[in-house]
C-alpha cells in the first residue's frame, strides 16, 4: 500500500517523510518500508484505560528471558501506580503458564446471567 501511494510522489524535495500506522502495533515491525528509523508512540492517556480495568493480562511472557532486562516486577510496579487495584495475570499461550490462574479468576468474576 505503501509503495503504491508513493508512486510519482516526489520523495527528493522531502527532508522527512512520515508513514504512520495506527493498527496493529507488530505489523512495522515486521515489513521493511526502506525506512531510516522506526519510532513508537505511546500516548499518555492510556494509564485511564488500565485505571478502568478490572485485570491486565501480560502475555508472551516465555519471552522475557530474551528481551534484556524486562521483567514482570516492571509491570507490576507501572500497573500498581495506574490501576487503583493492580491485577495483573502474566500468562504464556506456548507454555500454558499462568492460564488456570487466569481462567479461574475469570470464571469467579464475570457477571452471573
Not at 11 to 20: A, K, R
Not at 61 to 83: C, E, K, T, W, Y
Request: hydrophobic fraction near 50%.
Amino acid at each position: 500500500m505503501v509503495h503504491h501511494a508513493l508512486s510519482g510522489f516526489a520523495l527528493d524535495s522531502l527532508d522527512i517523510f512520515v508513514i504512520e500506522n495506527v493498527g496493529n502495533l507488530v505489523c512495522p515491525a515486521i515489513y521493511d518500508l526502506g525506512q531510516a528509523l522506526n519510532i513508537v508512540a505511546l500516548s499518555v492517556k492510556y494509564p485511564v484505560m488500565f485505571r478502568n480495568a478490572q485485570a491486565v493480562l501480560i502475555t508472551k511472557i516465555d519471552l522475557l528471558p530474551h528481551l534484556g532486562g524486562v521483567s514482570l516486577q516492571m509491570f507490576n510496579d507501572a500497573l500498581a501506580r495506574v490501576m487503583p487495584e493492580p491485577r495483573a495475570f502474566p500468562v504464556s499461550a506456548r507454555t500454558g503458564e499462568g492460564i488456570d490462574r487466569w481462567l479461574e479468576w475469570l470464571e469467579t468474576s464475570r457477571p452471573r446471567v
